[in-house]
C-alpha cells in the first residue's frame, strides 16, 4: 500500500509569488488533513476535507490560502501571493474513517525569501 | 484554551538508558491522545494512542506510555534506548468528535549518546 505522498518535497520562491502543494492521500481514505510546522513552533491543523468537501478550515491563516479537493482524490493547497511568514513545513495526512489512525506524509518544506 | 506541553525541547540520552519524554495537556473534553515520531526525512509516524481503558498503553518500537487524568499527563517511557530512536517526538491531543484534528506539543528531539 503506498502511503500518503506530497509534492515538491522542497520549494523556495520569492514572497509575492504563488506556490501549489499537492497532496496524494492513501487511496480509498475519505479524511484529507492538512497541518503547518512554522519555525520553531508547534504543528498546526489547517483544514480537513472529507472526500472533496470542506469538513472545517478553522485552522486556515488568511485568504491567501486555498485548498481544494477535486473528486475527493488528490488535494492542493495553494498560496497566493506567498508573504515571508508563510515559510514552514506544510503537512498532508489522511485516514479512512474518522477514528483511524493519521497516515502523514513526508511534507513539503516551504521556503519564502 | 486547549493545549499541550512538551516541557524538554532537547533531551540527549546514552544508548542503552531508559527515556522518558513528559508530555502534560489541557483539554476541556476527553482527550485522545497521541505521540508521534519524526525521523529525519520522514513524515510523522504513530508510536501509540490512548482512546479509554487501560491506562498504560503499549506502542510500536517497544515505547509505552501512561495516561494520568490527575496529573493531566500522557508521558512516554522506553527501557532502553537504541541509537535509532533518535528523533523528535510529539505528543498530540484529539477531541472525540474528529480524533485527525489534533493539537501538537512543541516537540522534543531527542539524541542518543554512543
Known amino acids: 500500500e503506498a502511503g500518503v505522498t506530497q509534492f515538491p518535497s522542497h520549494s523556495v520562491i520569492e514572497k509575492g509569488q504563488t506556490v501549489t502543494l499537492r497532496c496524494d492521500p492513501i487511496?480509498?481514505?475519505?479524511?484529507l488533513y492538512w497541518y503547518r510546522r512554522v519555525m520553531g513552533k508547534e504543528i498546526k491543523f489547517l483544514l480537513h476535507f472529507v472526500k472533496e468537501s470542506k469538513q472545517d478550515e478553522s485552522g486556515m491563516p488568511n485568504n491567501r490560502f486555498l485548498a481544494e479537493r477535486t473528486g475527493g482524490t488528490y488535494s492542493t493547497l495553494k498560496v497566493q501571493p506567498a508573504e515571508l511568514e508563510d515559510s514552514g513545513v506544510y503537512f498532508c495526512a489522511s485516514s479512512q474513517v474518522l477514528y483511524s489512525p493519521l497516515h502523514f506524509g513526508n511534507g513539503t518544506r516551504l521556503t519564502v525569501t | 484554551a486547549q493545549s499541550v506541553t512538551q516541557p524538554d525541547i532537547h533531551i540527549t540520552v546514552s544508548e542503552g538508558a531508559s527515556l522518558e519524554l513528559r508530555c502534560n495537556y489541557s483539554?476541556?473534553?476527553?482527550?485522545?491522545l497521541f505521540w508521534y515520531v519524526q525521523s529525519p526525512g520522514q513524515g510523522l509516524q504513530l508510536l501509540l494512542k490512548?482512546?479509554?481503558?487501560?491506562?498504560l498503553v503499549q506502542g510500536i518500537k517497544g515505547f509505552e506510555a501512561e495516561f494520568k487524568r490527575s496529573q493531566s499527563s500522557f508521558n512516554l517511557r522506553k527501557p532502553s534506548v537504541h541509537w535509532s530512536d533518535a528523533a523528535e517526538y510529539f505528543c498530540?491531543?484529539?477531541?472525540?468528535?474528529?480524533?485527525?484534528?489534533?493539537?501538537f506539543g512543541q516537540g522534543t528531539t531527542l539524541q542518543v549518546k554512543p
Open positions: 483539554y476541556g473534553a476527553t482527550p485522545y
Open positions: 490512548y482512546f479509554s481503558g487501560d491506562t
Open positions: 487511496s480509498g481514505h475519505d479524511n
Open positions: 498530540a491531543v484529539g477531541a472525540q468528535s474528529n480524533t485527525g484534528k489534533l493539537i
